[in-house]
């Protein structure tokens, strides 16, 4: 357990003080009263609102619009769906700068929507809502779905035969079976909006922003590190109070697990009611996941492949290097990233398990998290200012962006291996211990054949995130080494056809490759790998 939580404390906990001080100290001491000035002003009571408004709003239409899916996907079986499955999963992977210029190209000024019927949604909070449902569809499907694929449906089909009306039956029995789940993955989807940053960013212009958007307008543009320091304590506070009911209803979700059958329930629709939802549910997918996909697809190939081949010539501006580098960049760095935090998370992993595990290392779990609520942009601007001095001077290394973004693979690979590894019968690893075998022999030959699998679906999320963590390499990524996200920013905050039009063909390609390595995810998945 020493080498996470050593990894944890100087990349992660070192950072985030490191900017927090120097936006609150001085030669005089701390500034503790900039606390109460900040949070009463004006402007940042109008953030703070829109941040928890729109997080809200994005939760409540995310469930609405997924909990059907989560039902097609749990209960019945229909050619394509493991093809259709992978899909939906797309937009989670995908960096969420890709995710607003998939929307821009729908939504914004030239997009779909304004060509056909003059409608345009960007800078508006309709495109922030609907690009937000996009990113955390698979979430409600997965984490919804797969525990109400394991439900048993003779126990509805008994209160219906008792006289209960299907949406009785339903109400009374599947629904509080359900809750722990819904509540998980509500939890979840409020976190990720909360934090919202690349999507706001794109589609919110000047008019919205979240904590995220001011951290780093704070930070970046204005040079206001105080504000700055006490909006990072501010959201810090409340993704704690998010992450502690998380943990809360995920304890509630393994006890409900315990109590259900788990055998397989999905069959063939049958009746016009299954066949007309699932109709809907190919609708809304198309709708809502394949049509910003193709859209983004379709304005990278306006001109034919004049965009893709611009990407292969510097333009002496934004760039120092062609933009096309952005590829090999971000796969070295995020194969990097892959590694370390494979072996950061399956150390913590490992510790988790152990029977002699005591409070703060199960404690330990819960911190795991936290890189996916803070501010990235605290962290990556932690990184220039903490990671100065040797032996931890950093700054000019390439190596300081495979580590900012192994921070938020860790906590995908911790959630991935956990499940199976508490599967393991600890008398095995005991009669191995009994007749010799060193802990890393026991790990080596008991563990690892069994989970391998996890490992490497671990592995494969661990990499799609790394692919496309924006905020903190933002701040850390060279000129002369961009990787994708980055680039795709870029090309989107300079004005001209030209730009737009590369970033449209970047972020295509940054889709594609994300893509597939979901595919080969998907390959990989078992039931007790497969679910967020």
Request: include cysteine; hydrophobic fraction near 55%.
């Amino acid at each position: 357990m020493a080498v996470p939580v050593a990894f944890f404390a100087v990349f992660f906990a070192y950072p985030v003080a490191a900017i927090v001080a120097r936006g609150l100290k001085d030669g005089a001491g701390w500034h503790l009263g900039r606390i109460g000035e900040v949070v009463t002003a004006a402007d940042v009571r109008h953030v703070l609102w829109f941040t928890t408004w729109q997080a809200l709003a994005s939760t409540a239409l995310t469930l609405l619009i997924a909990l059907p899916g989560a039902y097609v996907f749990a209960r019945l079986d229909f050619p394509g769906k493991q093809v259709l499955r992978a899909v939906v999963t797309v937009p989670f992977v995908l960096p969420t700068v890709v995710v607003g210029t998939a929307f821009l190209a729908l939504v914004g000024r030239g997009g779909l929507l304004d060509e056909l019927w003059g409608l345009r949604l960007d800078t508006t909070v309709w495109a922030i809502l609907l690009a937000h449902v996009f990113f955390n569809y698979a979430v409600v499907v997965r984490t919804v779905g797969g525990l109400w694929s394991q439900l048993d449906p003779r126990q509805e089909e008994a209160a219906r035969m008792l006289g209960a009306s299907p949406a009785a039956a339903w109400r009374r029995v599947t629904l509080p079976a359900l809750a722990p789940a819904v509540a998980a993955a509500a939890l979840m989807v409020f976190l990720f909006t909360f934090t919202s940053f690349g999507v706001v960013q794109i589609l919110g212009g000047p008019t919205f922003s979240t904590l995220e958007v001011e951290i780093y307008r704070q930070t970046s543009q204005v040079f206001d590190l105080a504000t700055a320091a006490v909006l990072t304590l501010v959201q810090f506070a409340a993704v704690a109070v998010i992450l502690a009911v998380h943990a809360w209803t995920v304890r509630r979700r393994e006890t409900a697990l315990k109590l259900v059958d788990a055998s397989v329930t999905a069959r063939r629709p049958r009746g016009a009611g299954q066949r007309a939802l699932l109709a809907g549910v190919l609708v809304t997918v198309a709708v809502l996941i394949l049509l910003p996909l193709a859209v983004l697809v379709q304005r990278s190939l306006d001109g034919g492949l004049g965009y893709y081949r611009a990407l292969t010539h510097e333009d002496g501006g934004a760039f120092l290097v062609p933009p096309i580098d952005a590829v090999g960049n971000s796969l070295r760095y995020a194969l990097a990233a892959t590694v370390i935090a494979v072996l950061i998370g399956s150390l913590a992993a490992t510790a988790l398990t152990r029977r002699d595990a005591g409070r703060l290392v199960r404690g330990f779990d819960a911190l795991l998290m936290l890189p996916l609520g803070v501010s990235a942009v605290t962290v990556g601007f932690g990184f220039l200012i903490a990671l100065d001095e040797p032996p931890l001077d950093l700054r000019s290394s390439w190596f300081l962006v495979p580590l900012a973004q192994a921070l938020v693979g860790v906590p995908f690979v911790v959630r991935t291996m956990l499940p199976v590894l508490r599967a393991v019968d600890a008398g095995l690893r005991e009669a191995a211990a009994v007749l010799g075998a060193s802990p890393w022999r026991v790990w080596r030959e008991v563990d690892l054949p069994l989970v391998r699998r996890a490992l490497a679906v671990a592995a494969g999320f661990a990499f799609a995130v790394s692919l496309g963590e924006f905020g903190a390499t933002v701040f850390i990524a060279r000129p002369d080494n961009p990787t994708l996200p980055v680039a795709v920013a870029r090309l989107l905050g300079r004005p001209g056809e030209m730009n737009y039009g590369q970033a449209m063909a970047l972020s295509t390609i940054l889709m594609i490759v994300c893509a597939v390595a979901l595919l080969v995810l998907e390959k990989l998945r078992t039931d007790r790998t497969g679910e967020f």
